[in-house]
């Protein structure tokens, strides 16, 4: 048993990590997920983006906004492992803020 790191929500990873995404339709809403390993705990999250209001506009959700456009994902660790002490409200992730970068920036294929 390693000890528990201290939850810790300081955004120390502003440089885009490249996560696996993926891209699927569900009930009429585009839904985008990105997963990959958090910078700071090495654990395995999946981000999910859910982008539905997009999708009922003419032209689609790319379309109107080609996508999310080259700007990377601020996002909070959503791990799920239990190693980090967590305040009572927090069911996820170890509390670092990382950057994802878009899946138009070469992160997907
Ligand atoms: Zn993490
Ligand atoms: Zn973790």
Redesign the pocket.
């Known amino acids: 048993m390693s000890p528990l790191n201290p939850y810790d929500t300081v955004p120390h990873h502003t440089t885009p990590v490249v996560f696996q995404w993926t891209h699927a339709v569900s009930e009429g809403r585009e839904l985008h997920e990105a997963t990959g390993v958090?910078p700071e705990?090495?654990?395995v999250?999946t981000k999910r983006y859910t982008t539905g209001q997009y999708a009922q506009t003419k032209g689609g959700f790319l379309g109107r906004r080609k996508g999310p456009g080259p700007r990377p994902f601020s996002t909070l660790?959503q791990?799920t492992?239990l190693?980090?002490d967590r305040p009572e409200d927090v069911q996820v992730?170890?509390g670092a803020r990382i950057t994802i970068a878009s899946w138009l920036d070469g992160a997907s294929q």
Do not use: I, L, V
């Open positions: 958090c705990c090495g654990c999250m660790c791990c492992s190693h980090t992730g170890c």
